[in-house]
């Protein structure tokens, strides 16, 4: 079974920066395209940032372009999601997933039903 536990997120101010964590443990790290999803409160959880297996693929939402960088370590089985010049809208719980069977090491996952394994969040408020 595998497990994905997030951390660094916190309260920070308009413009500020934070990077947050997701490490996995329970299966083959390395294998699993992994993606950073949000849920603000009333709202559906949507897709912030992906970044294909092999780590040479990655994407991003329109919305943090330019502002979000995702990686990843093999070697720390851990993925993680640089944000700067960070918005009062990127309030949200911050979620990690892992995505299994990706045979294209390029390939980014971007819909939420096409993610195998989920953290349980990481809450990131943003104030103005």
């Known amino acids: 079974q595998v497990q994905l536990v997030e951390s660094g997120g916190g309260l920070v101010q308009a413009g500020g920066s934070l990077r947050l964590s997701c490490a996995a443990s329970?299966?083959?790290?390395?294998?699993?395209?992994m993606g950073w999803f949000r849920q603000a409160p009333g709202k559906e959880r949507d897709f912030v940032a992906g970044?294909?297996?092999?780590?040479?693929?990655?994407y991003y939402t329109d919305s943090v372009k330019g502002r979000f960088t995702i990686s990843r370590d093999n070697t720390k089985n851990t993925v993680y999601l640089q944000m700067k010049s960070l918005k009062p809208e990127d309030t949200a719980v911050y979620y990690c997933?892992?995505?299994?069977?990706?045979?294209?090491?390029?390939?980014?996952?971007?819909?939420?039903?096409?993610?195998?394994?989920w953290g349980q969040g990481t809450q990131v408020t943003v104030s103005s």
């Open positions: 997933a892992a995505a299994a069977g990706i045979e294209d090491r390029f390939a980014v996952v971007t819909g939420t039903g096409m993610y195998d394994y």
């Open positions: 329970g299966g083959a790290f390395s294998r699993y395209a």
């Open positions: 970044i294909s297996w092999s780590g040479g693929g990655t």
